[in-house]
């Protein structure tokens, strides 16, 4: 096998191999989100116990205990040095060894968790059942950056305000981005209290103080960086992804009556910086490698500047991210009803690539380090169906969304329970998942 250079995206090699199967038999089952080619990373310790978080690897319904597998003595080399590094309480060290490191790593476990694998008898006694399992935010996240990827979401909430020139001049030249709080990301499971702030109620000359009563979702995903750059050092195209480690699902709540009071003219504020959902899996660029697709602009719109371009971002920039959303009432709850789908689209809808956020976000000379959290924005497709924010689906709170149980909601409710997944799946290749980003509106602190 040959590892991938500084300078290249992921390729396809044996751990991709669709006919390749786990001595852990949940791997194997159809559906499984965790199949022995995904392979994907978290911080994880025992649910009710006052252990440590370390590292784990998800395989079937188990989670392979990275500290443990350590002590094991079975990995050496590069995947020995490396797998000490994903031991940690957070995986920032991992995250800075770099790609060669990554994918040492990747393959060695691959290799050990396959059907026949002499690890085997070592490495079962490293396992924890997911359903006992507790997990925490993968990273120390430094800083935190939201861009604004969705030309279709974009266009979806210019339109609202608008209506004769939806899209603001500089979108389709320049990747829009804005800088988030890192101290309010939590991770899927948990409530957040619904936000306070000003608003403007319609037709009032003055603000008033209290509890959002818009509060909206953004289906994004996270983009954890791995190694970083030297502040005053673009980095290029050609090497943008091999700083990025891996993605994992986020939901960036969002308070849209605040946002419409104070977002001008340096953007939102108390409307976002409440709380931030992410998903405990970072699945590697390396295992979503099969699902990457062409970049493609539609005809007549502007080509990227040269230092967001490059024939490898062209050719496959892109990549097939099944998304979905799913709301859950109390109401729905109570009697026994699974939360609603709302919303279906993929991560291939996206005006700019992971390539061109990280050329873009250092060009200017910014400093990126392992760790850094950016989100994709809201990744709504081009269809009505691929509305990926209640702001866009209810038509800025004009058309009402019908909920089974007879329930209907324009924004979210106390007790909601917001749930995003991911996969990835076509013919050729193996099912792979992001299994689930969930969060509950809790009522205000004050009200």
């Known amino acids: 096998m040959t590892l991938p250079s500084e300078s290249t995206?992921?390729?396809?090699?044996?751990?991709h191999d669709p006919a390749l199967r786990s001595w852990v038999d949940a791997a194997n089952a159809p559906g499984s989100d965790f199949p022995v080619q995904n392979l994907p990373f978290a911080v994880f310790r025992r649910r009710g116990t006052g252990e440590s978080f370390r590292g784990g690897v998800a395989i079937g319904d188990q989670v392979l205990d990275l500290a443990a597998a350590a002590r094991s003595g079975v990995f050496v080399g590069a995947a020995g040095a490396a797998l000490e590094a994903a031991a940690g309480d957070k995986l920032n060290a991992l995250m800075a060894l770099g790609p060669a490191s990554w994918s040492a790593l990747r393959l060695a476990l691959s290799r050990a968790l396959r059907a026949g694998?002499?690890?085997?008898?070592?490495?079962?006694?490293?396992?924890?059942?997911?359903?006992?399992?507790?997990?925490?935010?993968?990273?120390?996240?430094g800083d935190y950056t939201d861009f604004y990827t969705s030309v279709h979401h974009a266009s979806n909430?210019?339109?609202?305000?608008?209506?004769?020139?939806?899209?603001?001049?500089?979108?389709?030249?320049?990747?829009?981005?804005?800088?988030?709080?890192?101290?309010?990301?939590?991770?899927?499971?948990?409530?957040?209290?619904?936000?306070?702030?000003?608003?403007?109620?319609?037709?009032?000359?003055?603000?008033?103080?209290?509890?959002?009563?818009?509060?909206?979702?953004e289906l994004e995903l996270g983009i954890f960086i791995g190694s970083g750059n030297p502040r005053g050092e673009a980095i290029p195209m050609?090497?943008?992804?091999?700083?990025?480690?891996?993605?994992?699902?986020?939901?960036?709540?969002s308070a849209r009556d605040l946002q419409a009071w104070e977002y001008q003219p340096l953007g939102p504020f108390l409307a976002k910086n409440f709380a931030t959902t992410v998903s405990p899996w970072v699945v590697t660029l390396e295992a979503l490698a099969p699902y990457r697709v062409p970049f493609e602009r539609p005809a007549g719109d502007p080509q990227p500047l040269p230092y967001l371009d490059s024939p490898a971002n062209?050719?496959?920039?892109?990549?097939?991210?099944?998304?979905?959303?799913?709301?859950?009432?109390?109401?729905?709850?109570?009697?026994?009803?699974?939360?609603a789908a709302i919303c279906r689209t993929s991560y291939r809808h996206a005006y700019w690539t992971i390539a061109q956020m990280v050329a873009h976000h250092t060009v200017n000379g910014c400093n990126l380090q392992p760790g850094d959290l950016f989100g994709s924005g809201t990744l709504s497709g081009p269809t009505e169906g691929e509305a990926a924010a209640l702001i866009e689906m209810t038509q800025g709170g004009k058309k009402p969304i019908a909920l089974p149980g007879g329930e209907s909601r324009?924004?979210?409710?106390?007790?909601?329970?917001?749930?995003?997944?991911?996969?990835?799946?076509?013919?050729?290749?193996?099912?792979?998942?992001?299994?689930?980003?969930?969060?509950?509106?809790?009522?205000?602190?004050l009200s």
């Open 314 to 339: 062209r050719g496959e920039g892109a990549l097939d991210i099944q998304l979905q959303v799913e709301l859950q009432t109390v109401g729905m709850r109570a009697a026994g009803l699974p939360g």
């Open 238 to 253: 050609a090497e943008a992804e091999s700083h990025v480690f891996g993605l994992c699902l986020l939901n960036d709540w």
């Open 117 to 141: 694998a002499p690890q085997e008898t070592a490495l079962r006694s490293c396992l924890v059942p997911q359903a006992q399992a507790e997990y925490d935010v993968p990273a120390r996240i």
């Open 9 to 15: 995206m992921a390729t396809l090699n044996e751990t």
């Open 157 to 217: 909430i210019g339109r609202l305000f608008r209506p004769d020139s939806p899209l603001t001049p500089n979108y389709k030249w320049v990747p829009i981005g804005y800088h988030g709080r890192s101290s309010s990301i939590v991770i899927s499971g948990e409530s957040f209290r619904r936000p306070m702030g000003q608003a403007l109620p319609p037709g009032a000359s003055e603000p008033v103080f209290g509890a959002s009563r818009r509060l909206d979702i």
């Open 410 to 445: 324009t924004w979210l409710e106390d007790g909601d329970t917001v749930t995003l997944r991911g996969w990835c799946e076509k013919a050729g290749a193996t099912r792979i998942g992001f299994v689930t980003c969930a969060g509950t509106v809790a009522p205000a602190a």
